[in-house]
Nanobody
Framework: QVQLVETGGGLVQAGGSLRLSCVAS????????MGWYRQIPGKQRELVAS???????HYADSVKGRFTISRDNAKNTMYLQMNSLKPEDTAIYYC??????????????WGQGTQVTVSS
């Protein structure tokens, strides 16, 4: 089982920046896909950004050009650099790790979430 611990959330003014960190209990280069999701109360959790061990990345249209996902394999840590934050970015942000299984299945693990609040 992979354990994920998220830090870096907080309160920031619109236009400001935050960097979220997700520390994994295993080598992150062994995890097929790692990503960041966010959820607003009453709404469905949505994918913000993801990356694979092959280096491919994906960003939601709403954050493209503002957010950057990255990995530090030596520290088993994934980051989400968030710049030019907007009030609509306010949400709980969750780290996710997706592992592929030998039977072609997959296992998804979530962090505890960290609150990001952007004031106008």
């Amino acid at each position: 089982q992979v354990q994920l611990v998220e830090t870096g959330g907080g309160l920031v003014q619109a236009g400001g920046s935050l960097r979220l960190s997700c520390v994994a209990s295993v080598r992150i280069d062994s995890i097929y896909t790692m990503g960041w999701y966010r959820q607003i109360p009453g709404k469905q959790r949505e994918l913000v950004a993801s990356s694979t061990t092959t280096g491919s990345t994906h960003y939601a249209d709403s954050v493209k050009g503002r957010f950057t996902i990255s990995r530090d394999n030596a520290k088993n840590t994934m980051y989400l650099q968030m710049n030019s934050l907007k009030p609509e970015d306010t949400a709980i942000y969750y780290c996710n790790a997706l592992r592929l299984l030998s039977n072609s299945g997959q296992v998804s693990t979530w962090g505890q979430g960290t609150q990001v609040t952007v004031s106008s």
